[in-house]
Every structure is written in structure tokens, then in C-alpha cells.
């Protein structure tokens, strides 16, 4: 068996047991809200605890615990930890690509970036025992990775400040993994589109915003080139990939950090799908420097087949499904 050094007071905690409670930080970003809704079915309400910086709107006061979390203060989050004996901890809060890159000095005063927030994270996961998940996404590859498709062990050299610190998190939680025994877990999202929640500052933003535009005036603007192909997924499939992944057991991991893949398609291809629905839909096209830069420096295409050999990662959402599913979500919230 592996030798690993135990970080100090590691051995005093308890192992996580069969029903997890959970701590989400940065909650009220594009994922939080639904997968503590997916998560909460499973484990109950009260075994899922959401968290950010933010007052949230009353509806999510309603749905579940929420309460004020900073991950930048240590003794803020051991508090909440320890009083509510999480056992997995959740990291979600980013600047997404395009923004970051539009703003670079910002982006190293929020807390997504991990050479702050990642070796406080890391310490109070150790010292509690605590699975601790962090999201990676397609940003983490660049020019010299492959791209078609980009397997899980590559080149990673990203272009962006968002791929980079994606790059440092991956690494230092394997880093930290393999000399204290974290549990640490990451996956690589492609672009994820929701009904629901409007990512903001992203690469892959069009893919959501075609689908309001589609319903509203009926012509989309789209700042990428007709045939810029990423990959992308329905965000319920990122959601189940998440509590999966959560879920598998320590020894059924090869790696600690897993591409997951859906379906890969482009600005033309997503169009031709929705005029099967509403024919009248018509896009231009008026390709911006900095998405399109980054959207051509991303892998086309995800190879996940490790995450579906060790742990059964399986999609339920391919491209009709995601169209027909978002029109559908759309048109009900606005009813
Ligand atoms: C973005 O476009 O920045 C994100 C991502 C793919 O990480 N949606």
C-alpha cells in the first residue's frame, strides 16, 4: 500500500459516513442552487448545507439551509464545518474565462484563486476528514494540448488567467492527495448550459443565451464562429456527474482528476437543432478577439473514458434532448 505522510491531527477525525452533509461554498454561482436541489433529494434537506458571500434571493432561503460563508476566512469555515459535521466539501465560485481574461488584476482578489483559497481549503479538509470536491473545466487545455479529443493526462499550457488557476488547483490538490492522503476530487466540465441559471463571462455562454434569444426576438448574435465546436453538456448531466463522482468510492479511482464528456457541437450545428423546433430562428455571426482566441485555444472534444470505465460516468443528454429540454424549461419559466 501507498505510504502517505498523515497531516497533523488527520488521524483524530472521524471517516466520512454513509449519508454525507455537505458544505457548497460559492453557492449562488451558475451550479450551486441545483446541485444542492439534486443532492438534497437524496440526502435530505437538512444534510446540505449552501453557502456564499451573497444574501440569496427568498426562494433559495426556502428550499434549504443557507448560511453566510467566506472561504477566505479560516476560521469562518472551521466553525461551520465542525458545528455541522460536513464531511464533503463543495468548491464552487470562479470568474469564468472571458471575464477573467478581460479582467486579470481582479480575478487575484476573488476567492476562486487557488494559491490562496486552495491550501486553506486543502488544510481544513485534512484536518477534518473531508472529501473535498474542486471543478476544473475544458479552460485547463491550451494550444499545445491535444484537441481531438483531449485525454485526461496531457500537455496543459492554457492562454487564459482562468485555465491557469484551474491548472494550479488540479495539481495541488493531486499534489496534496499524494503526500497526506486528501480526498480530493476534481472534474473537467465542458461548457454547461441551464435553463435556469445565466453562467455570465463565459466562453461557452452563447450555447444558453441562443436558446432565450431563439424564444424572444427570434435572432441570436453569436460572438463565435459558426463552426467553433466545444464541448458541452446539459446541466443536469454536470450535476449527476458531480454526486457520482462524490459517491465513488476511494478505491475505484485511478485518477483525481476526470474530463466528463456529453456531446461536442457548434454555434451552427446548435441553430440547425432549435429551427427543428422554431424554424424562423436566424444567427449571425460577429466573432469577438477574446472569446473566439480562447473558444480556438479549448479542446474540440473530451476523452472521459476513464471516468466511465472507473466510476460508470454515462450522459443522458445528447444534442436533441438538451435543445428540446431547454426550450421546453424556457418557455415554462416565463409562463
Ligand atoms: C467558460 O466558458 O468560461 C466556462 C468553462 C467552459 O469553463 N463555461
Known amino acids: 500500500p501507498r505510504q502517505i505522510n498523515r497531516w497533523p491531527s488527520y488521524e483524530s477525525s472521524e471517516p466520512p459516513t454513509d449519508c454525507p452533509r455537505v458544505l457548497i461554498t460559492g453557492g449562488l454561482g451558475q451550479l450551486g442552487v441545483g446541485l444542492a436541489q439534486m443532492l438534497r433529494k437524496q440526502y435530505g434537506k437538512e444534510n446540505v448545507i449552501l453557502s456564499d458571500i451573497r444574501r440569496p434571493p427568498t426562494e ?46 481582479l480575478v487575484s482578489t476573488i476567492p476562486d484563486v487557488p494559491h ?96 432565450h434569444d431563439a424564444l424572444s426576438s427570434g435572432h441570436h448574435e453569436c460572438y463565435l464562429r459558426s463552426n467553433t465546436r466545444l464541448p458541452m453538456m446539459h ?35 446548435v441553430a440547425e437543432e432549435i429551427r427543428k423546433h422554431l424554424p424562423y430562428l436566424r444567427v449571425t455571426y460577429n466573432p469577438d478577439t477574446i472569446r473566439q482566441t480562447i473558444a480556438d485555444s479549448w479542446p474540440v472534444r473530451f476523452d472521459d473514458s476513464n471516468a466511465r470505465q472507473d466510476w460508470g460516468w454515462k450522459p443522458a443528454y445528447g444534442l436533441s434532448e438538451l435543445v428540446t429540454d431547454m426550450l421546453a424549461s424556457i418557455r415554462e419559466k416565463k409562463n
Request: proline fraction near 7%; hydrophobic fraction near 40%.
Open 235 to 269: 446541466i443536469s448531466d454536470c450535476h449527476r456527474a458531480t454526486i457520482e463522482f462524490m459517491q465513488a468510492p476511494e478505491s475505484q479511482l485511478s485518477l483525481r482528476t476526470y474530463n466528463i464528456a456529453a456531446m461536442s457541437f457548434t454555434p451552427e450545428e
Open 116 to 211: 490562496s483559497v486552495l491550501p486553506l481549503l486543502s488544510h481544513l479538509a485534512l484536518e477534518n476528514c473531508l472529501r473535498l470536491f474542486v471543478p476544473s473545466t475544458i479552460g485547463a487545455f491550451g494550444p499545445s494540448s491535444p484537441r481531438d479529443p483531449a485525454p485526461d493526462l496531457c500537455i496543459q499550457r492554457p492562454r487564459t488567467i482562468y485555465g491557469v488557476s484551474k491548472v494550479h488547483a488540479e495539481l495541488m490538490g493531486e499534489y496534496l492527495h499524494h503526500k497526506y492522503g486528501l480526498d480530493f476530487r476534481c472534474l473537467r466540465y465542458p461548457g454547461v448550459v441551464s435553463a435556469h441559471t445565466k453562467p455570465g463571462g463565459g466562453t461557452t455562454d452563447y450555447a444558453v443565451q441562443i436558446f
Open 60 to 105: 433559495v432561503y426556502n428550499m434549504g439551509p443557507f448560511v453566510y460563508a467566506d472561504v477566505l476566512d479560516y476560521k469562518n469555515l472551521r466553525e461551520l464545518v465542525v458545528n455541522n459535521r460536513i464531511t464533503w466539501l463543495v468548491h464552487y465560485s470562479a470568474l469564468l474565462s472571458a471575464i477573467g481574461e478581460a479582467n486579470v488584476a
